[in-house]
């Protein structure tokens, strides 16, 4: 540990099955994902996703933070805000759906044949239209978001999103399915 410790002051970075954070430094991030309101059995996936930030700034070849425990209680917190979006959104697309179950729905052999031709559909779009098709449509993200998630200006976003959807109504059109 303190030779961890010394290499990280020295600036030399984790070498291959070090570990990048130390024992004092993961309880820490363990703290800040569990006072950020992120359960129990998800710490360790949160205390991994500081690790492999780190990790991932050693590749880049940045220099290792001046505080490694302050940084990655930082990027904790951060990841207890993700949590805590994901979690909304997830709520949100399921009040959607629950709200869409209580409209009057066709019979379940008319409800599998549209969610057959629905996926057969998204299947046959290219990928770049698919992706954003189920981002917006699926996951709930404003075009902005995916536009910023995908590295893509908004109007590409809302192009693609516009030749997906025109492509998905004519299959189900041709299909004879709406």
């Known amino acids: 540990m303190l030779r961890g410790k010394a290499r990280r002051a020295r600036g030399d970075g984790a070498g291959p099955g070090d570990d990048p954070l130390d024992a004092a430094q993961e309880r820490r991030v363990r703290a800040v994902l569990a006072l ?11 205390v991994q996703q500081v690790r492999l930030r780190l990790l991932e700034r050693a ?21 207890a805000m993700d949590w805590h979006r994901a ?4 709520e949100r697309l399921g ?14 052999e008319d409800t599998s044949v549209l969610s057959l031709a ?3 559909g ?28 995908l590295g893509v200006p908004e109007g590409t976003v809302k ?16 299909d004879e399915v709406v």
């Open 36 to 46: 950020g309101g992120v359960p129990q059995a998800d710490l360790p996936d949160g």
């Open 159 to 174: 192009s693609r999103l516009h030749t997906a959807v025109r492509a998905l109504r004519a299959r189900l059109h041709e």
């Open 122 to 149: 998204l299947d046959d779009l290219p990928d770049a239209q698919r992706q954003v098709l189920v981002l917006r449509f699926y996951a709930d993200l404003p075009v902005r978001s995916i536009a910023a998630e």
């Open 95 to 108: 009040e959607r759906l629950a709200s869409l179950r209580q409209h009057e729905h066709p019979s379940g």
């Open 59 to 79: 590749a880049k070849g940045y220099e290792t933070p001046r505080d490694v425990s302050a940084w990655a209680a930082v990027v904790a917190s951060n990841l």
């Open 87 to 90: 979690k909304r959104r997830q």
């Open 118 to 120: 629905v996926a057969q």
